[in-house]
């Protein structure tokens, strides 16, 4: 049960960090057009997202059921989780743009029904 709820908690963080992402790209004409063969393409740019950091998302998220089924600093576990993976493709953008990688892409969903990690400090555990 716990391991669902890490599931759905992480998917609806990235859900609300990519949501805000898309809605500081629309606000900033954020997409870009391009030839690819003989297409004429649109796609987002590929920028940081820096519109949302944990404090605000963990604020966002404790009136889910899934967070309150979890333990609170599980569910804060799970979404430092998230903020790292962020974190990551943050700067794998820097590394794109410097020519170091190919081209990243924000993290994916989890598959729904799914089983995530469930990490449990050592404060919450009895001995």
């Known amino acids: 049960m716990q391991c669902k709820a890490s599931n759905s908690l992480y998917n609806s963080g990235l859900y609300e960090f990519k ?3 898309y809605q500081k790209l629309g606000e900033t004409d954020g997409r870009s057009v391009y030839w690819k063969d003989d ?3 649109s796609s987002w740019q590929l920028r940081e997202i820096t519109v949302t ?5 963990d604020k966002l998220l404790k009136p889910l059921e899934t967070y309150k089924i979890m333990a609170a600093q599980s569910a804060q576990q799970t ?4 903020q790292r993976d962020i974190n990551s493709y943050n700067s794998l953008v ?17 598959k729904s029904g799914g089983l995530f990690a469930v990490i449990y400090p050592a404060q919450a555990l009895i001995f």
């Not at 950091?53 to 998302?57: P, S």
């Not at 820097?94 to 989890?110: D, H, L, Q, T």
């Open 94 to 110: 820097k590394k794109f743009f410097n020519g170091e990688v190919s081209r990243p892409r924000i993290p994916n969903y989890r």
């Open 19 to 21: 949501q805000r992402h």
């Open 39 to 41: 297409e004429l393409r």
């Open 53 to 57: 950091n944990y404090n605000e998302i």
């Open 79 to 82: 979404m430092k989780i998230l």
